[in-house]
């Protein structure tokens, strides 16, 4: 096989006679390659031997997206609670006891506001005195 440099000074003459040569087989689809390379060329585009790879974060992705998608289909389906109360009276004893316990809770924590709003407000006026 020739080098670059040594096809590039062949000479007009010797190119003719080099492709009149019916010894020399032509690649079926060397045709569709020129056209390929001279089509990206005038574009402006590199042409390159190897295909384009894809991406590596595809994979990634989709396994994601089915993650996602089983989690919700996980959450999304309807469960009947566990604890339920067949009396209706105790349940309703249940839901006074809780809302007892969420009441002591508020209180407790209105009860550490009010502690905290007067110093809060204290602050407050000495800031708008001094301006």
Known sequence: MKSLQEIENISFDKLEEIAQDSAVKV??????????????????????????????????????????????????????????YDDPLIAYAKVEETFALISSKLDRGVESVRQVEEPLETVNRIINNSR
Do not use: Q
């Open 27 to 84: 690649p079926k689809d060397l045709k569709a390659s020129v056209k390929s390379a001279v089509a990206a060329a005038a574009m402006g585009e590199a042409s390159s031997a190897r295909p384009a790879r894809r991406p590596l974060w595809r994979p990634y992705a989709l396994l994601s997206v089915f993650a996602a998608a089983c989690i919700g289909v996980f959450f999304a389906t309807p469960r009947t609670p566990k604890d339920t």
